[in-house]
């Protein structure tokens, strides 16, 4: 059962779609829940070891649910391992 409260709004900015919003899911990671929504993000391990999901967090705030191996700068996150804590607007590059 998903509480509300675990639910965020993830603003999504590309270069195809301009801004796209989305609603996290409580029980699925920042990736699960972009794909859900047909939001193509490009991915290797999903373990947050090889850093491909790389995305540049712009507002708000993400725990991770395994510490990421990859190097990520303080402004980006790895989608595959983290869960949004708070609404928030990532930007995708392809």
């Known amino acids: ?3 509300k409260d675990d639910d ?3 603003d999504v ?3 195809v779609s301009e801004k796209v919003t989305i609603t996290s899911q ?3 990671t920042l ?7 047909n939001i193509d993000v490009q991915f290797h391990c999903r373990e947050g070891f090889c850093g491909a999901c790389r995305t ?10 395994t510490d990421p191996l990859a190097f990520i700068d303080d402004d980006e996150i790895l989608p595959c ?3 949004p804590i708070s609404d928030i607007t990532i930007k995708i590059a392809f």
Do not use: F, Q, W
């Open 56 to 65: 540049k967090i712009l507002s708000g705030e993400v725990d991770y649910t």
């Open 81 to 83: 391992c983290c869960k």
């Open 31 to 37: 990736l699960e829940s972009l794909e859900s929504h």
């Open 13 to 15: 900015i590309d270069t």
């Open 8 to 10: 965020h709004r993830i």
């Open 1 to 3: 059962m998903t509480n």
């Open 26 to 28: 409580a029980n699925k």
